[in-house]
C-alpha cells in the first residue's frame, strides 16, 4: 500500500471512529431524555470534518502533473494541515473565549450517572484515536494526519477537563470548568500555532534536514572522481516530490563522457535513495603544471586563509580575458556583500596582477 492509501485508509479510522462514538451519544441522549449529550452527539461529526478534509487533500495531491503545474500537486496536502490547524485554533480561542465567561459569570454543573459514562467513554475512544491518527502521520510524514491526530487528542483533554471538573463538583461542591477550560484552551491555541507554523513553512521553502544533507554529501562524495561537494539546494513540491541541484569538483583530466556518466549516476542514485530529481552541475579542479594550476593554488589557498570565508569553491580561469573567477561563502557575520567582496579583491589582486578577479557571493542554503 502506497502512502497516500496509507493516509486516507488512515483517515477513514478516524471517520468511523467518530461516527461510532457520534452514534453511541445519541443513542444514550435520546435514551436519557438529554438534549445537552445529543448535541454532543452532533459535535462529534462535525470532528470527523479534518478526516474529510485530510483524504479530499490527498485525493487532490494525486492528481497527475499538467502544464501549468509540472510538478504536480503534492503542496495541496499542506494546505489541508493549514486548514486543520486553523479548525484547532478556532476550537481553542472559541473554548477560552466560553471559559472566561464561565469564570465572569459561573454556573453549577449538573453531573449524572449516564453523563458521566459519556465522557468516559468519549475520553478512551479520543484518546486512543487520537494516539493512533497521529502516530500513523508521524510515520508518514503528514502533516494533515498529525494534525488531525491532535485534534482527536484535544478534544480527549478537553472531555477529562470535564471528567475533573466533574468529580470536583461532586466531592466538594466546587465548579473548576473556567478554570481548566481557559488552562486548556491556551494549550491549544498554543498548539495550533505550532502546527500551522510546520505547513506554513515548507510552503515558504523550509530548510532541508541536517540529516538529509550529511547523507546526500556521504553518498555523492563516494562516487569515484568526485573531489567536493557543493552548492546543494532542494526544492519541495510535496512529501512524494522534491526537486534539486548540486555541484561537484572533478579533474579538468576526465572528458565529456566521463563527466556525463558520472553526474548521470549521481542523479539516477539520488532519485532510487530519495525521491530527489536530481541536476548536477560541475567545477573543473586544475591539475598539471600550468597556468592555471598555478593561479588556482594561489587564489584558493588565500581566500581559504580568511577567518570570514566558510567555503572556496568553483574557481575558473578565463585565459582569453585573462580573468579569475571563484565561489566563496562567507559566514554570518558579513552583512555587506559588497563590501566584503572589495575587501577580498584587495588582498587578491596583488597576488595575480596581470589577471582580473571576480569574487562571486554565495549563499548556504541548506546548512
Excluded: C
Excluded at 468516559?120 to 494534525?147: C, F, H, M, N, T
Excluded at 480527549?156 to 473548576?176: D, R, Y
Excluded at 555541484?247 to 579538468?252: A, E, F, G, P, R
Excluded at 535513495?273 to 586544475?286: D, P
Amino acid at each position: 500500500m502506497d502512502r497516500s492509501s496509507q493516509i486516507i485508509r488512515t483517515s477513514w479510522i478516524g471517520i468511523i471512529a467518530n461516527v461510532l462514538l457520534a452514534a453511541f451519544k445519541a443513542g444514550v441522549g435520546v435514551l436519557a431524555s438529554s438534549v445537552a449529550i445529543v448535541m454532543d452527539a452532533v459535535n462529534n461529526l462535525s470532528d470527523a470534518l479534518s478526516s474529510v478534509i485530510t483524504i479530499v487533500g490527498t485525493k487532490l495531491s494525486q492528481r497527475p502533473a499538467d502544464r501549468k503545474h509540472p510538478f504536480g500537486f503534492g503542496r495541496i496536502e499542506y494546505f489541508s494541515a493549514i486548514i486543520i490547524a486553523v479548525i484547532v485554533l478556532t476550537a481553542g480561542i472559541t473554548s477560552l473565549i466560553e471559559s472566561i465567561k464561565k469564570i465572569i459569570n459561573p454556573t453549577t454543573p449538573s453531573y449524572s450517572t449516564v453523563t458521566l459514562i459519556v465522557i468516559i467513554v468519549a475520553i478512551v475512544v479520543k484518546l486512543v484515536l487520537g494516539q493512533y491518527v497521529k502516530k500513523r502521520g508521524e510515520q508518514l510524514k503528514s502533516d494533515a494526519l498529525i494534525a488531525s491526530g491532535s485534534d482527536a487528542l484535544f478534544d480527549a483533554i478537553i472531555t477529562l477537563a470535564t471528567l475533573i471538573s466533574a468529580g470536583v463538583m461532586l466531592l466538594w461542591g466546587v465548579s473548576l470548568d473556567g478554570i481548566l477550560g481557559a488552562l486548556i484552551s491556551l494549550v491549544i491555541i498554543k498548539a495550533g500555532i505550532e502546527m500551522l507554523a510546520s505547513p506554513v513553512n515548507e510552503l515558504l521553502g523550509a530548510k532541508v534536514s541536517p540529516e538529509l544533507l550529511s547523507q546526500i554529501k556521504r553518498e555523492v562524495a563516494s562516487f569515484d572522481g568526485v573531489r567536493g561537494v557543493f552548492d546543494i539546494i532542494l526544492h519541495n513540491y510535496g512529501p512524494d516530490v522534491q526537486i534539486g541541484s548540486l555541484h561537484i569538483n572533478v579533474l579538468d583530466t576526465m572528458d565529456a563522457h566521463q563527466i556525463h556518466g558520472l553526474t548521470r549516476r549521481i542523479s539516477e542514485e539520488m532519485f532510487a535513495r530519495h525521491g530527489i530529481i536530481m541536476t548536477v552541475g560541475i567545477y573543473a579542479v586544475a591539475t598539471g603544471e600550468n597556468r592555471r594550476a598555478e593561479l588556482q593554488h594561489t587564489v584558493m589557498q588565500a581566500l581559504a586563509a580568511n577567518e570570514h570565508i566558510e567555503q572556496v569553491h568553483g574557481f575558473y580561469y578565463f585565459a582569453d580575458e585573462h580573468r579569475i573567477s571563484v565561489d566563496v561563502v562567507p559566514d554570518l557575520t558579513i552583512h555587506d556583500d559588497a563590501a566584503f567582496v572589495e575587501e577580498l579583491k584587495a588582498v587578491i589582486q596583488p597576488l595575480v596582477p596581470d589577471e582580473h578577479v571576480s569574487i562571486v557571493i554565495d549563499h548556504n542554503y541548506s546548512e
